[in-house]
């Protein structure tokens, strides 16, 4: 129990000095970016602004924004779980960061504050760079990798689905984009014969669930996968 316990506070703290990391890096590089973009890539020599003005402003705006940040929960969860509710959480913590920074301009708390553009496009860079940021590890988790225990073959099962709706669309969707299932969508089946010989993310409608009783489809299916809904419609003519 003790090891176990050991190993999740390890895991736990690594995860957190990762996304502390890399977001600093994401962060520092908004802040540097955003002023080479206000002054157009002239900082060295320029009599409004040099390096030394970025690193002192970096030494406050970066901590200030990490620590909100962490307030809003984005250092406690995994970086390739990233949905609306986490989209919505940054955007907000980005607003008040650049909104506190904005407003010590404006009052002249501190002496060292970046010019009123460069915190529009910083507050525009950061919430770009972070977002951007968890949005590929996602689609990493989600596309390349890799789900198979270690003696799979990593064989493709070809799969037909019956019912051509909603639910049936997206489980097509996570076939797709998480590949490490090792499942591939080949037909859909439905009792709506408006939607045969049409097609759903290029997966074709070709009849009734009953066909697959033909042998001669020459579909190639190793498992058949059965909408919830699809389901319920039938559950719901049988009691009518």
């Not at 520092?28 to 040099?50: K, M, P, T």
Request: glycine share 8%.
């Amino acid at each position: 129990m003790q090891k176990y316990t050991s190993k999740f506070l390890f895991q736990k703290v690594l995860r957190r000095c990762v996304t502390f990391f890399v977001y600093t890096g994401l962060i520092g590089l908004s802040l540097w970016l955003s002023y080479q973009l206000r002054f157009d890539f002239f900082i060295d020599g320029n009599s409004l602004v040099d390096s030394e003005d970025i690193g002192r402003v970096s030494l406050w705006v970066i901590p200030l924004k990490l620590i909100i940040l962490f307030y809003f929960r984005q250092f406690s969860g995994l970086l390739s779980f990233f949905s609306t509710p986490d989209l919505y959480r940054i955007a907000v913590a980005c607003s008040i960061s650049s909104g506190l920074v904005l407003m010590m301009r404006l009052l002249e708390i501190n002496t060292y504050l970046p010019p009123r553009g460069v915190i529009l496009i910083d507050y525009i860079l950061t919430f770009g760079f972070v977002c951007s940021f968890r949005i590929v590890c996602r689609i990493f988790r989600e596309r390349f990798f890799r789900q198979f225990s270690p003696g799979d073959n990593r064989i493709i099962n070809r799969v037909g689905i019956i019912g051509a709706g909603a639910v049936g669309a997206n489980l097509v969707k996570e076939f797709i984009n998480k590949r490490g299932l090792g499942k591939t969508s080949v037909a859909f089946f439905d009792d709506d014969d408006s939607k045969w010989g049409s097609s759903i993310y290029d997966i074709p409608v070709v009849g009734k669930p009953e066909i697959l009783k033909n042998g001669n489809l020459n579909l190639r299916i190793d498992e058949i996968a059965v909408s919830y809904t699809h389901l319920r419609a039938h559950e719901t003519r049988g009691n009518l």
